[in-house]
């Protein structure tokens, strides 16, 4: 199960959250990825490698969730931070 919990409440559009759940995580495929890249693209935001940044983390976790980008910009920083370490952990991680 692949839930960050948040390091404290954290509200969005009047509603109060403490965890993030990334269960569907495991049904990205590689077009999500691809939309992904070409959005950021779009925006001016090109690098080597667009999967280790934090802004790519955010978009990959708005797919999962549903949750607006907004949602995750909003982070705190500590929690962006875990975010990111769950969407790369997915990507890079061994099994």
Avoid: W
Avoid at 36 to 55: A, F, W, Y
């Amino acid at each position: 199960m692949n839930i960050l919990k948040l390091s404290k409440p954290y509200e969005f559009e009047g509603k109060t959250f403490t965890q993030i759940n990334f269960d569907g995580i495991e049904n990205l495929c590689a077009a999500d990825m691809i939309t992904v890249q070409k959005i950021l693209e779009r925006q001016g935001n090109i690098t080597i490698l667009p999967e280790m940044s934090l802004e790519y983390a955010c978009y990959i976790a708005a797919r999962v969730t549903k949750h607006p980008v907004e949602f995750f910009k909003g982070l705190s920083c500590q929690d962006a931070i875990k975010l990111k370490n769950i969407v790369t952990e997915f990507f890079f991680g061994s099994e």
